[in-house]
Structure formats: C-alpha cells, structure tokens
Nanobody, 122 residues
Framework: QVQLVESGGGAVQAGDSLRLSCAASGRAFSRSPMGWFRQAPGKDREFVAAITWSGAPTYYTNSVKGRFTISRVYAGSAVYLQMNNLRPDDTAVYYC???????????????WGQGTQVTVSS
C-alpha cells in the first residue's frame, strides 16, 4: 500500500517557523514531482509549493514566496517544507502530494498524505 505520511505540524505564534516532512512508503517517487497543498476551514484545497524529482526548479504560490522553502533529496521519496515567518492566514491542514503524470494540481495528484494541522496565532 502506497502511503505519504506527513509530520511536523503544530500550533505556533506569528513569526515562528515550522518544518514539515513527508515520507513515502510502498513505492519510490524518485522520478515524480512532489509538493504541498493546504486547506483552510471553509476553503478549497490550494497549491502551496512543488518540486521536480531532481530538486529544481521549484514552484510556490505567491503568498508564500520568500517565506517557505520546499526541498527533497535528489531523486528521493521524501519532501520537506520549511516555513518561516508564519502568519495567521497560513493556518490550514497541509497535505503532501505526488504525481505520476507530472501535473501537481488538485485534480492531477495521484497520491495524497493524510494531512498535518498548522495553526498560527497572532
């Protein structure tokens, strides 16, 4: 059974940092782009960041550029999201995602993690 398992979420204050991790089991994603999405209460799931199998290039939604950094080991099956200078509007459940087709949109993701809660208070 293929699983993506996230860890590292929590409750922090505005301006703090968190590092999310996602580890895959059941198969390798060494040639698949991986990424992170988030979903706040009452909102649709939105793209946050993505990374190619080689580690570059990387992509970010505008609201996190300069604050979040996505990374992975070259051709590895784990992905990380370093989140700095967190803001209350970053509060959401964060999901790890992987795509065999190379399309990292909510409709194109083939594998989802179970999600990890990030709560940022002001």
């Amino acid at each position: 059974q293929v699983q993506l398992v996230e860890s590292g979420g929590g409750a922090v204050q505005a301006g703090d940092s968190l590092r999310l991790s996602c580890a895959a089991s059941g198969r390798a994603f060494s040639r698949s782009p991986m990424g992170w999405f988030r979903q706040a209460p009452g909102k649709d799931r939105e793209f946050v960041a993505a990374i190619t199998w080689s580690g570059a290039p990387t992509y970010y939604t505008n609201s996190v550029k300069g604050r979040f950094t996505i990374s992975r080991v070259y051709a590895g099956s784990a992905v990380y999201l370093q989140m700095n200078n967190l803001r209350p509007d970053d509060t959401a459940v964060y999901y790890c995602a992987a795509s065999d087709s190379g399309i990292l949109t909510p409709g194109g993701v083939d594998y989802w993690g179970q999600g990890t809660q990030v709560t940022v208070s002001s």
